[in-house]
C-alpha cells in the first residue's frame, strides 16, 4: 500500500512488520494544531488498513516529543479533513460548540486511538507537555529517552488537567494530584518507577531500542496481539476508566465556561505566565535547603535509573548532573570532583580527587539554557588546563585548594554531609 502524502507528519515503514508515524514540526517542539491531529489520525488508519503492519510507533523530530496543542489554531472542524466522530454542532455559540470541537479532537481522538486493535508504541524524549501526553498515553507502550520530562500544568488556566483525563490511571491517584496541583515535571526514571513508563533509555539509543521491540512484537502472530490488547483495555474498562474520563471532560468544560463567564476568555489569564515562571529555573542559594531538595530529587533519579547497572562502581557527580537546572550544578558543585557509589541498597555522595581522566570521558551535555546538545572530549592537556582553571573555586571559597579531599571548604563538606545522610536513608 502507498500511503497518503502528509505535511504536519512523517509516515515510514522502518522494519518487517512495523509502521512509524513522526511528528515533524520541531520548529514548533512539535506543537499539535489541527491539521496534525487529522493527519495523525489518517496515518494510523492507514496503519490499520495495512494488513503488513503489525505494530505502530508514534515518535517526533526534534529535542522534544510535543510542547502540548497549538492553541491559536481556531480553524473550523472540517477545514482538514472531514469529521470523524460525527459529534456535529461544532459552530453553535456558547460552550455547546467549543465542547462539540473538543470532543472531537481532543477526547474523542485519543479515546478513538486508545481503542485501535493493533499494538502501538510512544517513542518519546525531551518535554511532553499537557496536550503532549494526549500523544502518549492513548498508546500501549512507552519508551523515553533518559532526558523526557512529563507535565500538565493546566490547572494554571483554571481547569483540571488536559482532555484525555487518565492520570490516576497512569501515575496513582496521590502522585496524579501531586503533578497537577504543582505543575511539577516527572522524569523519565521516575515515570518507570510508577509504571507508567515501559522501558527508559540514553537518547542515542532511543530509535534502535525502539524499533527492535517493535519488530520484536510485530513477529507474533496479529490474532494474539488484539485480543491480548482487548483483554486488558476492557480491564480497564471494568475498573471505569471511561467514566471517568468522560466525567473529567465534563468538569474540564466547567473549567473553561468559568473563566469565560469570570474574564471574558476561556482560560484563566494569568495562566500563561504562571507556567512560563515554573519552567524556569528556580533561584535557589547553594547548599539552602530547597537547593538540597533540587540535588536529592536529581540524585534520586539516577539512583533509580541506574541502581542495577552501576552498583557497586562510581559515577562522578559532573555526569550524574548532566540534565541537571544550570544553577543546580554551578558554584562548584561540578568544579569540584563528587563521586556517586550505589552499594547495597544506598546512595553514597562524596568529593573526591578530580584527575584528567575525569575529563577524557566522553560526556553529554545538555545545556538548559539553549537546549543545544554537544559533545566535548579533552586530551590530558587540556584537562590539566581545565584543573588549573579550576583555582577560581579556591578564590570563591568554595576550596581551600586544589584537587585534595581535605581541602574542602566547611561549608562544602557540610553540603555534602547533608546530601550523604539524606540518599542513604531514602534509597534504602
Known amino acids: 500500500m502507498d500511503s497518503p502524502e502528509f505535511t504536519e507528519i512523517r509516515y515510514d515503514r522502518p522494519g518487517v512488520g512495523v509502521a512509524r508515524i513522526t511528528l515533524a514540526r520541531?520548529?514548533?517542539?512539535?506543537?499539535?494544531?489541527?491539521?496534525?491531529?487529522?493527519?495523525?489520525?489518517?496515518?494510523?488508519?492507514?496503519?490499520?488498513?495495512?494488513?503488513?503492519?503489525?505494530?505502530?510507533?508514534?515518535?517526533?523530530?526534534?529535542?522534544?516529543?510535543?510542547?502540548?496543542?497549538?492553541?491559536?489554531?481556531?480553524?473550523?472542524?472540517?477545514?482538514?479533513?472531514?469529521?470523524?466522530?460525527?459529534?456535529?454542532?461544532?459552530?453553535?455559540?456558547?460552550?455547546?460548540?467549543?465542547?462539540?470541537?473538543?470532543?472531537e479532537i481532543y477526547l474523542g481522538f485519543c479515546w478513538r486511538w486508545r481503542n485501535l486493535p493493533k499494538p502501538t508504541i510512544a517513542q518519546v524524549q525531551g518535554k511532553v507537555i499537557a496536550g503532549?501526553?494526549?500523544?502518549?498515553w492513548p498508546f500501549d507502550l512507552i519508551v523515553a529517552a533518559d532526558n523526557t520530562e512529563f507535565s500538565d500544568p493546566v490547572v494554571a488556566f483554571g481547569v483540571n488537567g488536559h482532555e484525555f483525563f487518565v492520570h490516576a490511571f497512569e501515575l496513582g491517584h496521590r502522585k496524579a494530584k501531586e503533578l497537577l496541583f504543582t505543575g511539577d515535571s516527572i522524569g523519565a526514571a521516575e515515570a518507570k518507577t510508577l509504571g507508567m513508563v515501559n522501558q527508559?533509555?540514553?537518547?542515542?539509543?532511543?530509535?534502535?531500542?525502539?524499533?527492535?521491540?517493535?519488530?520484536?512484537?510485530?513477529?507474533?502472530?496479529?490474532?494474539?496481539?488484539?485480543?491480548?490488547?482487548?483483554?486488558?483495555?476492557?480491564?480497564?474498562?471494568?475498573?471505569?476508566?471511561?467514566?471517568?474520563?468522560?466525567?473529567?471532560?465534563?468538569?474540564?468544560?466547567?473549567?473553561?465556561?468559568?473563566?469565560?463567564?469570570?474574564?471574558?476568555?476561556?482560560?484563566?489569564?494569568t495562566g500563561v505566565q504562571m507556567i512560563r515562571e515554573g519552567a524556569r529555573p528556580q533561584k535557589v542559594e547553594f547548599g539552602s535547603d530547597a537547593w538540597l531538595a533540587l540535588a536529592e530529587r536529581t540524585l534520586k533519579d539516577v539512583v533509580a535509573e541506574r541502581r542495577d547497572s552501576i552498583a557497586g562502581e562510581q559515577l562522578t557527580i559532573s555526569e550524574v548532573f548532566v540534565d541537571a537546572p544550570t544553577h543546580l550544578c554551578r558554584d562548584g558543585l561540578t568544579e569540584i570532583a563528587w563521586s556517586l557509589q550505589i552499594a547495597d541498597g544506598k546512595a553514597v555522595v562524596e568529593p573526591r580527587e578530580r584527575t584528567p581522566a575525569d575529563y577524557r570521558m566522553r560526556a553529554d551535555y545538555?545545556?538548559?539554557?539553549?537546549?543545544?546538545?554537544?559533545?566535548?572530549?579533552l586530551d590530558p592537556a587540556e584537562a590539566a588546563t581545565r584543573i588549573e582553571s579550576r583555582q577560581q573555586a579556591v578564590a570563591d571559597g568554595l576550596m581551600q585548594q586544589e584537587g585534595s579531599l581535605d581541602a574542602v571548604s566547611p561549608a562544602m563538606r557540610a553540603v555534602v554531609i547533608e546530601l550523604h545522610n539524606r540518599l542513604a536513608v531514602r534509597t534504602a
Not at 494544531?33 to 495523525?40: A, C, N, P, T, V
Not at 503532549?132 to 502518549?136: D, F, H, I, Q
Not at 517493535?214 to 471505569?240: C, F, H, T, W, Y
Not at 545538555?366 to 572530549?377: C, K
Open 132 to 136: 503532549g501526553l494526549m500523544l502518549v
Open 26 to 103: 520541531p520548529d514548533t517542539r512539535n506543537a499539535q494544531d489541527r491539521k496534525m491531529l487529522y493527519q495523525i489520525n489518517a496515518a494510523l488508519d492507514f496503519a490499520m488498513h495495512d494488513d503488513e503492519v503489525n505494530v505502530v510507533i508514534m515518535a517526533a523530530d526534534g529535542p522534544h516529543y510535543s510542547s502540548g496543542h497549538h492553541l491559536h489554531d481556531q480553524s473550523p472542524i472540517g477545514e482538514h479533513g472531514p469529521p470523524v466522530l460525527g459529534v456535529g454542532g461544532y459552530e453553535l455559540p456558547g460552550a455547546e460548540g467549543y465542547m462539540a470541537q473538543e470532543l
Open 200 to 269: 527508559v533509555v540514553k537518547l542515542e539509543e532511543l530509535e534502535r531500542y525502539t524499533l527492535a521491540l517493535a519488530e520484536k512484537i510485530a513477529k507474533r502472530p496479529s490474532m494474539g496481539l488484539k485480543l491480548a490488547k482487548m483483554s486488558v483495555n476492557q480491564s480497564l474498562d471494568a475498573q471505569g476508566m471511561w467514566t471517568a474520563v468522560q466525567s473529567a471532560f465534563g468538569l474540564h468544560h466547567l473549567g473553561h465556561t468559568n473563566s469565560l463567564v469570570k474574564h471574558g476568555i476561556r482560560v484563566e489569564p
Open 366 to 377: 545538555n545545556s538548559t539554557l539553549t537546549g543545544a546538545r554537544t559533545v566535548y572530549s
